[in-house]
T-cell receptor, first 115, second 116 residues
Framework: GEDVEQSLFLSVREGDSSVINCTYT??????LYWYKQEPGAGLQLLTY?????DMKQDQRLTVLLNKKDKHLSLRIADTQTGDSAIYFC???????????????FGTGTLLAVQP | DAGVIQSPRHEVTEMGQEVTLRCKPI?????LFWYRQTMMRGLELLIY????????DSGMPEDRFSAKMPNASFSTLKIQPSEPRDSAVYFC??????????????FGPGTRLTVT
């Protein structure tokens, strides 16, 4: 079945770059996402990438997709203490035009930014 | 836009009681999703609606759970009777109906349910 995996924890110093990794199993994934969850809050969509793209950049965020290895990463440049949160990777399967709008979420990676 | 609105934000109830969680999606969005988040199981999709019609309810844990969407601006998730293992944060999300339908899901703040 579909599965999305992430490492549980990442600690970085303020100003450094953070790289959060994710692997998935569904080869028919069409879209892949990164969500951010701050304590006591809902999930905030950060960015997403189509599966026919290798890279997407949005200000401090860079998403890299290796479709062959089914590996997705999120790089946060110049990480700030306000970036401390749980980051979820998610994928939408079903192929292009697939009937399902179901997202499969990873377990989340807790990013701790040390001042 | 106010975003996805959920109520109540916190609910504490005793085992056996009925619990009703409410969600108002973003105006104009045609898809609505209910998720449950726990430490043990992470984020799970319970059910989703498209144009008020349930499309996939395979994630609904058992008959004690039911969800309705009587109109485009309101949905409920009901648990009857509630059990301690239902304690979790329940999120509602909505998505616009377009070629990218389901791609962009916007989450509400969640309802933290505690069943004692």
């Amino acid at each position: 079945g579909e599965d999305v995996e992430q490492s549980l924890f990442l600690s970085v110093r303020e100003g450094d770059s953070s790289v959060i990794n994710c692997t998935y199993t569904d080869s028919s994934s069409t879209y892949l996402y990164w969500y951010k969850q701050e304590p006591g809050a809902g999930l905030q969509l950060l960015t997403y990438i189509f599966s026919n793209m290798d890279m997407k950049q949005d200000q401090r965020l860079t998403v890299l997709l290796n479709k062959k290895d089914k590996h997705l990463s999120l790089r946060i440049a110049d990480t700030q203490t306000g970036d401390s949160a749980i980051y979820f990777c998610a994928e939408k399967g079903g192929g292009y035009g697939g009937a399902t709008n179901k997202l499969i979420f990873g377990t989340g990676t807790l990013l701790a930014v040390q001042p | 836009d106010a975003g996805v609105i959920q109520s109540p934000r916190h609910e504490v109830t005793e085992m056996g009681q009925e619990v009703t969680l409410r969600c108002k999606p973003i105006s104009g969005h045609n898809s609505l999703f209910w998720y449950r988040q726990t430490m043990m199981r992470g984020l799970e999709l319970l059910i989703y609606f498209n144009n008020n019609v349930p499309i996939d309810d395979s994630g609904m844990p058992e008959d004690r759970f039911s969800a309705k969407m009587p109109n485009a601006s309101f949905s409920t998730l009901k648990i009857q009777p509630s059990e301690p293992r239902d304690s979790a944060v329940y999120f509602c999300a909505s998505s616009p109906d377009s070629l990218l339908a389901g791609v962009l899901q916007y989450f509400g703040p969640g309802t933290r349910l505690t069943v004692t």
